[in-house]
């Protein structure tokens, strides 16, 4: 929540850090700006809206330096307008803070402020910040960050300029994510690498409780101790070309387009030609699997747990990282945790996989997010996706299914659950999975038609059973995060008892009718609503012409291994999600309410 970006260089810095926002609006778009050091003082401009508001008023009235900091805001404490949007200053304006995270002791300190006379203007948390700097300041910014840090609890990524030290920017990190871009006579600092790609690949992390002084020198790190900590930079692989459109009218169009390759470079290397190979270190016994995420990764830990079950006979379970993370944790010592998280940085999973590692378990990661706090923290099983900006993950999701299906396969190999020739037949269908991805999206036009005629629904209904359930869940959340209609997803066997109450007319009912041990269960469910009035939208392998007689219109995909189905099933339904959201002219990018990663609890 919320993207902090910062410049300091040679050239003017209003452009550098507008580019930086953009990249990071995914992190949070509910109102923005920017502060620069232009020689004399520090000018501000800041406002309520999308990045392109902040645009248009710069463009109106230039700022003009080459030192600055910005920020794009997910409102937590106090609602998103233009005096709550970032940057914060002092009572004099000559310290401005941006902050990503949140300060759970601010009452207590601003309270203690306002009594020593400081002038407060907004209802955030973080401008106590550039007040608490402001009474600590001395004539040099680092010294008065470090000891204002020490007053604060919680979580920050902090980007702070000070108009008496023209040519440095202090930034400091704990529990948010804080990269620095390290460029020819240019420094950037970002909450995530896209901010800056365009200008470096030379990347530098800040840990937590470090601080980074920014200067045309160089860049100095310091740990919490105030001892100068020594770090190499490093060479970040994606390519910048991955941060743009390249011709779709969205991101998420893209990103769903992108599948196969994704699919396949999470594939490479990995799956062998009978084998898998794993590049994560996995324990060497483990009797039960436990996964923990939140919303997308959610779903692809609930397929996880089919699969561990079914490929390698290990009991293996789902929990919420929000719910994990408090309760009682009554598992085995011989449990395996597996946090996923696309970014890496939802607060929630970190903190569920921290209190599994405390408590003596092995843990390990997938993710997407190289260098993120979890995959400093784990050992993390990566997925390839390349940069996701959509805020709805699609390609992410294909990714963490298709590790997930790998550390599963791996765990069946290791302990013989399959026979050879089962085992063989799932690892030759594996091999042609990015091919039948591509097949599937093919049919793009398909959905696309249906979207227009389902896209003014109210109600959408989404059935699965087994295996194909978390993709109706994953269905529903997809429509619902980018359409705002409301959606359900449902077990196939719940429907009766309550859910079928719902059924009329009205309610298209999206049924995963794929091939598995309750395929048949499933055409049950289906009739049992169509005898309600409802319409079914099926998904359903091709050649199936049964599935015909049950549903009103058929998304086809193309038939493999029952097992491995979840990773063709879920993609007309984000291509109907797509479309749907498309037709109503909704922000598929970035939808109301929504970031993509959410580092706060
Ligand atoms: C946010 C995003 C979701 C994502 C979830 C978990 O809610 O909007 O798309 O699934 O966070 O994110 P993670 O990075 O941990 O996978």
Redo the contacts with the bound molecule.
């Keep these: 929540m919320c993207g902090i970006v910062g410049y300091l260089g040679e050239k003017e810095a209003v452009p550098l850090l507008l580019e930086g926002l953009k990249r990071l609006e995914y992190r949070g778009y509910d109102s923005s700006g920017v502060a620069i050091l232009n020689g004399k003082s520090i000018a501000r401009t800041k406002c309520a809206g999308k990045i392109a508001s902040l645009e248009q008023a710069l463009a109106q009235q230039p700022l003009h330096g080459s030192v600055g900091i910005g920020h794009t805001r997910w409102a937590t404490h106090g609602r998103p307008n233009d005096d709550n949007a970032h940057p914060h200053t002092d009572c004099h304006h000559r310290i401005a803070v941006v902050h990503n995270g949140i300060f759970e002791n601010y009452l207590e300190i601003k309270e203690r402020l306002l009594k020593e006379g400081h002038q407060f203007r907004t209802d955030t948390d973080t401008e106590i910040i550039p007040h608490l700097i402001e009474s600590y300041y001395k004539g040099n910014l680092e010294e008065a960050v470090m000891k204002a840090l020490k007053e604060v609890r919680g979580s920050y990524a902090l980007g702070v300029v000070c108009q008496d030290e023209r040519n440095k920017i202090i930034a400091a990190r704990m529990g948010s994510p804080l990269v620095i871009g390290i460029g020819k006579n240019e420094t950037f600092i970002a909450s995530d690498i896209p901010a800056f790609l365009s200008h470096t690949r030379e990347a530098l992390l800040v840990e937590d409780g470090e601080i980074a002084v920014i200067t045309p020198e160089g860049v100095q790190l310091f740990g919490e101790d105030g001892k100068k900590v020594d770090r190499a930079s490093f060479q970040v692989l994606w390519d910048a070309a991955m941060a743009e459109k390249g011709g779709y009218k969205h991101f998420m169009l893209k990103e769903i387009q992108e599948q196969p390759k994704v699919v396949s470079e999470t594939l490479a290397g990995r799956l062998r030609e009978n084998s898998i190979e794993l590049d994560v270190e996995m324990p060497k016994k483990f009797g039960r699997v436990v996964f923990t995420?939140?919303?997308?990764?959610?779903h692809a830990g609930m397929v996880g747990k089919y699969l561990f079950e079914t490929l390698a006979k290990i009991p293996a379970e789902v929990e919420l990282?929000s719910e994990f993370r408090y309760r009682e944790l009554c598992m085995s010592k011989d449990t395996l945790v597996i946090a996923?998280?696309?970014?890496?940085?939802?607060a929630d999973?970190l903190a569920a996989a921290r209190e599994a590692k405390q408590r003596g378990h092995d843990v390990i990661a997938i993710?997407?997010?190289m260098g993120s706090s979890l995959a400093r923290e784990v050992p993390s099983f990566f997925t390839r996706a390349g940069i996701e900006i959509g805020?709805?993950?699609t390609k992410?999701?294909l990714a963490?299914l298709t590790a997930i299906t790998l550390l599963a396969l791996k765990t069946a190999e290791d302990r013989k659950t399959l026979s050879p020739a089962e085992f063989k037949k799932i690892v030759s269908e594996f091999h042609r999975i990015p091919e039948l991805v591509e097949l599937a999206l093919k049919r793009e036009n398909e959905i696309r038609q249906c979207a227009k005629l389902f896209g003014q629904r109210k109600d959408f209904l989404y059935l699965g059973r087994h295996i194909h359930y978390p993709i109706a869940l994953e269905g529903a959340l997809k429509l619902k995060?980018i359409s705002y209609i409301h959606a359900e997803g449902y077990a196939g066997g719940e429907m009766k008892h309550g859910p079928i109450a719902l059924i009329d007319e009205e309610v298209p009912v999206v049924a995963l009718a794929l091939e598995s041990p309750v395929y048949e269960k499933l055409l049950s469910n289906i009739q049992e609503v169509r005898a309600r009035d409802a319409t079914i939208l099926a998904v359903a392998e091709s050649g199936n012409e049964q599935i015909k007689k049950y549903a009103d219109h058929v998304f086809y995909v193309p038939k493999t291994h029952w097992l491995l189905s979840p990773i063709l099933g879920v993609l007309p339904l984000q291509l109907l999600a797509y479309y749907i959201a498309d037709r109503k002219g909704c922000d598929v990018d970035q939808p109301r309410n929504?970031?993509?990663?959410?580092t706060v609890e």
């Design positions: 995420a939140a919303g997308t990764a959610y990282s996923i998280s696309q970014s890496g940085e939802t999973t993710t997407n997010g805020v709805a993950a992410t999701f963490q995060e929504l970031a993509k990663s959410v």
